[in-house]
Each structure stands twice: as structure tokens, then as C-alpha cells.
């Protein structure tokens, strides 16, 4: 991520979409890595009680994104999309809040490859993802 960023700067990209649906908030940026965290709650897990796979991966994925649109040389002609995901879920959470960090595999111009580790409140390993990133003509 750019040197500097303020993540203020990140209210625009999620007013009305899923990160903001989830309670995902953005909060730590610095040289090579982005921060989130999301709520483990009704909005969040599957019908046995537990985080669902799913808004793990979406933590991931929105993790992912916005870390590559924070690197885009021009934001107003370009577009970080999401282009392929996996993720092996390692642990369940029932309550509380998983933390996502993402760092860089490869930022290339046209892809970037973002390894993300999502992490309960006790610092256990609950999912392991990687995320490519397309960078598109807006």
C-alpha cells in the first residue's frame, strides 16, 4: 500500500455493499499490508452457529481488492476486480470478531496476487486465503 494512506479515505468504495452489510471496518494500513476486521455474529455465520466459509472469503476477497486499488497508479481510469479466490478454513468461531491482514505475493501491472490470513481474537489461524486481482480499464 502506498506510504500514508489514510483509510478515512476508504468510507467512499464500501457505503453501500457488502462490507459494509458484514460490519467489515478497515483498520490498520502500512508498507505491505492492509488490516480488517469483521464481526462473528448473526450477519455473519452459517445456520449451525459458527462463521461461514463464505463472509470469510468476502473478508478476504474485500481485503484483497481494496489493497490493490490502494496501489493503482490512476483510480479514476483503472479497477482492482477480483479474479480468482480460495480459502481453507482451518478453525470455526462462534462469537466475537475475526481480523484479516493481507500482504503482497505479487503486484504486477496488469495482476496482483494478495495472501491473506484471517486470525480469531486469540491470534488462532481460522482461514487462509489467496486472492488474484485483476487490474481493468475503468
Known sequence: MKAGFDLANLSFAHADSIVKHLGIEFTDVGEGYLVARMPVDGRTHQPFGILHGGASVVLAESLGSTASWMLLDNPATQRAVGLEINANHVRSVRDGWVYGRCTPIHTGRTTHIWDVRITD????????????VAIVPA
Not at 121 to 132: D, P
Request: charged share 35%; hydrophobic share 35%; with cysteine.
Open 121 to 132: 481474537e486469540r491470534g488462532k489461524l481460522v482461514c487462509v486465503s489467496r486472492l488474484t
